[in-house]
């Protein structure tokens, strides 16, 4: 280590000497697929019992609305679990937001529930990396902020929702208040296992298009149904062709139909749109409309569109340039070598940023493979990383900025 202060060392040996992979271990063991409502709640309930070793008030906060069309073109309310909330020092003159997610992609029917070490030291377990070491290691971080001295002059709200990996469309607005008045936040994302971290990010839209049509015997009067699934089709065909520099654009799943001896009155296409900045969302939007209205008009049917860009691209603008040439100069400090690139990839980071705060969305642990049963977490990283978080912290809270 070089150029840290004695508080500073202070931070650091305080973090290694955090029970992160501990936490880790027993926060694993608890299955929080996002729609298994009573795992998630479980996870909600350990997070405020582990994070009461901080000042400030907890809330378990209520998920808002979600809607979620079925395959058979109903629309439906979807529960989530709780979100975690934390608030420290609001009147403090400087003021930071860290976030994280407690819910993984594993279901409670899912075969990889239990960790398992492996030969190379690494644990292999479900959410290790995706991101339960990364909260372990920002409550640590947080816990040796505040034995400094600086403390006083760092207010921060950590939000932890519980809906991220489905696309936190139940957490949105919480993250959007919790960003208000914000001068940089940290997500805790995994890093890659050589420690890169995730610069720029593209945006995501998703979108459910239910097509009425109307149902005909197929040999009798076939002229008088309007084939939703044809209709269907013609749509996935028109969006797919704007795809380009800039826009991908993924027709996934169209559902509907019936027997073979009728005309398909129904049908649900579902498609995914990643844009790499606004001009791209514009583009795509237009499209969106200008095929839902030809295609209606062309084949004779109704089209409800829903859905919407629910992730904005996050570009790195010169805010976000501060902010990793901290996190880079205190890694550099810490004998680490801090890079980033740009990733397809998307998370709550993109909410942060569209708030006009510099983020930088993976100061989680090392680790990979994640969203598989082979996902990994390097435990070594955690006091890594938590330095790491610590020392930005401290020296946001000393300058007043990134």
């Given at each position: 280590m070089t150029a840290l202060s004695s508080q500073e060392t202070e931070a650091v040996e305080r973090c290694a000497a955090s029970p992160m992979l501990e936490r880790t271990r027993q926060w694993v063991a608890v299955n929080s697929g996002t729609r298994n409502l009573a795992g998630v709640g479980r996870m909600a309930d350990l997070l405020a019992?582990?994070?009461?070793?901080?000042?400030?008030?907890?809330?378990?906060e209520a998920p808002e609305p979600v809607e979620s069309v079925n395959s058979d073109g109903t629309v439906e309310s979807l529960d989530h679990g709780r979100h975690f909330h934390l608030t420290v020092r609001s009147d403090a003159p400087v003021q930071i937001l860290l976030t994280g997610h407690m819910d993984t992609v594993f279901p409670a029917d899912h075969p990889f529930q239990e960790e398992r070490w492996l030969d190379n030291g690494h644990l292999n377990a479900?959410?290790?990396?995706?991101?339960?070491?990364?909260?372990?290691?920002?409550?640590?971080?947080?816990e040796a902020v505040e034995q400094s001295p600086v403390a006083s002059r760092l207010g921060y709200e950590v939000v932890i929702n519980s809906d991220e990996e489905v696309g936190s469309f139940s957490s949105a607005s919480l993250l959007a208040r919790a960003a208000k008045g914000k001068v940089a936040a940290l997500t805790y994302e995994p890093a890659l296992p050589d420690g890169t971290l995730a610069g720029a990010r593209g945006g995501t839209g998703n979108f459910s298009l239910i097509v009425h049509g109307r149902s005909a015997h197929a040999g009798?009067?076939?002229?008088?149904?309007?084939?939703?699934?044809?209709?269907?089709?013609?749509?996935?065909?028109?969006?797919?062709?704007i795809r380009g520099e800039g826009l991908s654009v993924n027709p996934?799943?169209?559902?509907?139909?019936?027997?073979?001896?009728?005309?398909?009155?129904?049908?649900?296409?579902?498609?995914?749109?990643?844009?790499?900045?606004?001009?791209?969302?514009?583009?795509?939007?237009?499209?969106?409309?200008?095929?839902?209205?030809?295609?209606?008009?062309?084949?004779?049917?109704?089209?409800?569109?829903?859905?919407?860009?629910?992730?904005?691209?996050?570009?790195?603008?010169?805010?976000?340039?501060?902010?990793?040439?901290?996190?880079?100069?205190?890694?550099?400090?810490?004998?680490?070598?801090?890079?980033?690139?740009?990733?397809?990839?998307?998370?709550?980071?993109?909410?942060?940023?569209?708030?006009?705060?510099?983020?930088?969305?993976?100061?989680?642990?090392?680790?990979?493979?994640?969203?598989?049963?082979?996902?990994?977490?390097?435990?070594?990283?955690l006091s890594e990383r938590a330095a790491l978080s610590a020392i930005t912290m401290l020296r946001i809270a000393e300058q007043g900025h990134p």
């Open positions: 019992d582990a994070f009461s070793s901080l000042p400030g008030e907890i809330a378990l479900p959410g290790a990396a995706d991101m339960k070491g990364g909260l372990a290691l920002m409550l640590a971080a947080l009798r009067n076939p002229d008088d149904g309007r084939n939703a699934i044809v209709a269907a089709g013609a749509l996935a065909v028109r969006l797919f062709a996934a799943r169209i559902e509907g139909g019936g027997p073979n001896n009728v005309v398909p009155e129904l049908a649900v296409l579902r498609i995914n749109f990643r844009p790499k900045d606004e001009g791209a969302i514009a583009r795509a939007q237009a499209a969106l409309d200008t095929a839902v209205a030809e295609v209606a008009t062309e084949y004779d049917v109704k089209i409800e569109l829903h859905g919407g860009f629910n992730r904005p691209p996050k570009p790195i603008d010169p805010g976000a340039e501060k902010l990793f040439g901290l996190v880079k100069r205190v890694g550099a400090d810490l004998g680490l070598d801090i890079a980033w690139k740009a990733t397809g990839g998307v998370c709550d980071g993109n909410n942060i940023a569209a708030c006009g705060v510099p983020v930088v969305d993976t100061m989680g642990a090392r680790g990979g493979a994640i969203h598989s049963s082979d996902e990994f977490l390097i435990p070594e990283s």
